[in-house]
Each structure stands twice: as structure tokens, then as C-alpha cells.
């Protein structure tokens, strides 16, 4: 099992930075491929970025390319969202998610849908006012 912890949200303003964290226990980002989800009042939980098991592939939404950048250090089981330039259409409800690949031991892979996930934090809000 695994337990996905998130924090960094808040409230900024428009053209200011956050940094959200989310530390994982149970299972190691060896095994995993990671992804950051959001979701809006009144929209669907959209895609917002996606790391593989390696690290080495990234893939982003065209909103926040140029903008939002993921990372992830293994030795603390943490990923990170370096969000810079915000907006306020970048504010919603944000949400790290794993996919578990343990027992597979080959390729790279990205994933970019919802229901490609397996685990999933709890939210963390980040409100841009203009």
C-alpha cells in the first residue's frame, strides 16, 4: 500500500512561485511511475504533469509548459511541482498520483490519464488571486 502525503499549496498572487511536495511511504520511486493532477471548482480533474519510473521522461500539459516543472528526489521518496508564474486559471485543488510498477522491468513509460493511476494524495489547494 501506498500513503501519499502533499503539501506547498496556499495563496499567492498572480506571477508568484510555489513549490508542492509529495512524500510517499510504502513502496520506493523505484517502482513507480508519478504524475500531478488538478482540479478546478467546477471542472474535471485534469492532467498536469507526468514522470517516469527512470526520471529521465517528463510530459506536460500545454498550460504549464514553460512554467511548472517536476522533479523527484529518490533517497527521500519525494516528487516535486515547481509551479513559477502562476496564474489565477492555475488555481484548483492540486494532486499527486502513482501508478505502481512493481514486477516490471522494462520501459519508460508516461502516463497522462486519470485512470492509468493506481494511488492518490489527498489534494492540496493553491488559489492565485489577480
Known amino acids: 500500500q501506498v500513503q501519499l502525503i502533499e503539501s506547498g499549496g496556499g495563496l499567492v498572487q498572480a506571477g508568484d512561485s510555489l513549490r508542492l511536495s509529495c512524500a510517499a511511504s510504502?513502496?520506493?520511486?523505484?517502482?513507480?511511475?508519478m504524475g500531478w493532477f488538478r482540479q478546478a471548482p467546477g471542472k474535471e480533474r485534469e492532467f498536469v504533469v507526468a514522470?517516469?519510473?527512470?526520471?529521465?521522461?517528463?510530459a506536460y500539459a500545454d498550460s504549464v509548459k514553460g512554467r511548472f516543472t517536476i522533479s523527484r528526489d529518490t533517497a527521500k521518496n519525494t516528487v516535486y511541482l515547481q509551479m513559477n508564474k502562476l496564474k489565477p486559471e492555475d488555481t484548483a485543488v492540486y494532486y499527486c498520483?502513482?501508478?505502481?510498477?512493481?514486477?516490471?522491468?522494462?520501459?519508460?513509460?508516461?502516463?497522462?490519464?486519470?485512470?492509468?493511476?493506481?494511488?492518490w494524495g489527498q489534494g492540496t489547494t493553491v488559489t492565485v488571486s489577480s
Open positions: 498520483a502513482v501508478r505502481n510498477l512493481r514486477g516490471i522491468t522494462y520501459g519508460d513509460r508516461l502516463y497522462r490519464e486519470k485512470s492509468e493511476y493506481d494511488y
Open positions: 510504502g513502496r520506493t520511486f523505484s517502482d513507480v511511475a
Open positions: 514522470i517516469s519510473r527512470s526520471g529521465g521522461n517528463t
